[in-house]
């Protein structure tokens, strides 16, 4: 009987053992650990009846529940796995091929021969987000102080200190947008002044952030509070 667990998330670890363990029952001897280092011992356990089946000792419906950690990863011991998959399954003993690391080709032959419902996948799933300061940089253009502000809260809770240099760059992308257009005589809510004046302030705050000196994201902050 073989149980296949994949994937490093933790909590569905704990509960697909859990529900392995709900569908074999607890009539089990103590588990047996394999890994790469004594997967020779796997071969005692292979045998489609348990090795304590001939006992007369009240025994005979006891399995033995063996864990195998971490065995598709490396070709010779994944090969030994391949060439005794049919044995795994068919045997009276319990195995579950714990498998954080293994390749999705592996995982994918082994599922092939075990059958989906005995396969437990416990991936992460990390939900990717890309920074947006694009919206952040449409209102600082527009001067709208309160939303600016808003805006960059979301974004600093979302990702603390590790976007300010992609929200700086961005805000010297909008510096360069409004300045364009003001020379080419479109309507911008900057004076020839302040938009200079905005220019020196991103400049200086980048070097001075590179030197360890301010806070870059807490220096837009206080960019914010001046439109």
Not at 88 to 100: A, G, K, T
Request: one cysteine or more; a neutral charge; aromatic letters at 10%.
């Amino acid at each position: 009987m073989l149980y296949l667990i994949h994937g490093t998330d933790n909590k569905k670890r704990i509960l697909a053992r859990k529900k392995i363990l709900a569908k074999v029952g607890q009539n089990f001897f103590l588990p047996v650990e394999i890994q790469k280092e004594n997967l020779h011992l796997l071969e005692n356990y292979l045998q489609a009846q348990s090795l304590f089946s001939n006992l007369s000792s009240g025994l005979a419906d006891e399995k033995i529940l063996i864990n195998i950690f971490d065995i598709l990863t490396k070709e010779d011991s994944r090969k030994f796995i391949y060439e005794n998959l049919e044995k795994l399954i068919s045997s009276q003993n319990i195995f579950i091929l714990d498998e954080p690391f293994a390749l999705k080709t592996s995982i994918d032959k082994v599922t092939k021969l075990v059958g989906r419902e005995n396969v437990f996948d416990c991936s992460e799933i990390k939900a990717v987000k890309d920074i947006e300061p694009f919206k952040f940089c449409d209102l600082i253009e527009a001067r709208d102080k309160k939303n600016a502000w808003l805006e960059w809260k979301k974004i600093y809770e979302e990702w603390g200190n590790q976007e300010e240099q992609a929200l700086h760059g961005a805000l010297w992308w909008k510096w360069k947008m409004i300045w364009q257009n003001f020379l080419n005589g479109r309507k911008v809510n900057y004076s020839k002044i302040e938009i200079e004046n905005f220019a020196k302030e991103i400049s200086l705050m980048s070097m001075q952030a590179n030197n360890g000196e301010i806070d870059l994201m807490r220096a837009i902050e206080k960019l914010i509070l001046k439109i």
